[in-house]
Structures are given as structure tokens and as C-alpha cells.
């Protein structure tokens, strides 16, 4: 009998806790048209993060994600108000691109964010899943909290999985002509 109340007990404060908003905790995914790229976003606790796969082989995971803004604290905990998802087919035109049009193709997923604690800020999530990547971009929808702002720190970050390496090179004042050496690292 001991074990059997205390099971209860145990899913019970499980049960309010997670109605109350402690336990927060959340994932969704994105896949691509065809399936190779996957994104999900993730939260535990305050801490919003992103992984990728490709071909089912993780390249990158629980990278944090998220804004900072001058002058307010940073978000709290968020609870997933909404999530939305479409299908985009269309082109755009460039003149910087070897090719004139430019196929935009990938499946979008939206989520309407708000902090579980006042001020109950919102913050919207788009995130692109494409055939051979993928994109992520933060809106701030029309609210109190947010009448006027100024970004002070973008934390998207990028987690990847064993020892990859990549060619880089430094533009401490970005004002040269891009005609560094690359290095591989």
C-alpha cells in the first residue's frame, strides 16, 4: 500500500506542477520538403535552444537561441501559446546571386512564445527546415512590454557535434576589403 500512495503522491505534485507552469518544458520539429533536414526547438527551463539533423546524422544540438534587450531583464521561462506550420514554393528575384531567380522552397514552422511570469512578454519563432538547411528568425509582436526597445545581444549559437572543422578567417573592424587568408580550424 505505501507504494501504491506514494505513486500517487508522486504523479499528483507531477500533475500540478506541470499545470502550474514549473515543468515547462517543450520541443517541436520542422522537417524539410523531402525529409533530410530536421529542426527542432526545445526548452528547459529559461533556456530556449535548437538542434539539426541531416540524413539523420545530428549536426548540431542544443545550441541556445534567443534576444537580450538594453535595459530589461532577460526572458524568463516560456510557454508555447500557438504553433503554425505552411509550406512555401515561390522565387524571389536578385542581382547579387549567379542566378537571377531564386526558389525559395521549405517548410515553415511558427511559434507564438509567451514568458509563464508577468511582464509576459511574447516572442515569435520562424523556423525554416530546406532541402540542404535551414533558418531561424525572432519577431517581436505588437505588445506593452515591448513598445520600444533596442537589442543588445542575439544568442543564436551553433553546438556541433564531434570535431568539425571550417575555413575562417577575422575581420576585427569590418572595414577591409575581404582579402584575408582563410584558415582552416
Known amino acids: 500500500m505505501k507504494t501504491v500512495t506514494s505513486s500517487i503522491k508522486t504523479v499528483a505534485i507531477a500533475a500540478v506542477a506541470m ?6 518544458a517543450w520541443s517541436e520539429r520542422v522537417d524539410s520538403p523531402d525529409g533530410s533536414v530536421k529542426v527542432w ?12 539533423n541531416r540524413k539523420d546524422v545530428k549536426i548540431f544540438t542544443d ?8 535595459g530589461q531583464k532577460p526572458f524568463g521561462e516560456f ?9 512555401i514554393d515561390s522565387t524571389w528575384e536578385t542581382r547579387l546571386y549567379k542566378k537571377r531567380m531564386v526558389r525559395d522552397f ?12 508577468p511582464p509576459h512578454r511574447r516572442l515569435d519563432l520562424y523556423v525554416r527546415a530546406y532541402d540542404g538547411s535551414a533558418a531561424i528568425r525572432y519577431g517581436i509582436p505588437e505588445q506593452d512590454a515591448f513598445k520600444k526597445f ?14 568539425p572543422s571550417g575555413w575562417f578567417t577575422v575581420y576585427p573592424k569590418h572595414k577591409d576589403s575581404q582579402e584575408q587568408q582563410f584558415i582552416q580550424r
Open 19 to 24: 499545470a502550474s507552469g514549473i515543468c515547462a
Open 106 to 117: 521549405c517548410k515553415q514552422m511558427t511559434l507564438q512564445l509567451e514568458e509563464i511570469k
Open 41 to 52: 526547438i526545445n526548452t528547459r527551463g529559461k533556456r530556449l535552444s535548437w538542434s539539426l
Open 63 to 70: 545550441s541556445e537561441i534567443g534576444l537580450e534587450f538594453k
Open 150 to 163: 533596442t537589442v543588445s545581444k542575439e544568442k543564436t549559437s551553433f553546438r556541433f557535434v564531434g570535431d
Open 79 to 87: 510557454k508555447l501559446i500557438k504553433r503554425t506550420g505552411k509550406f
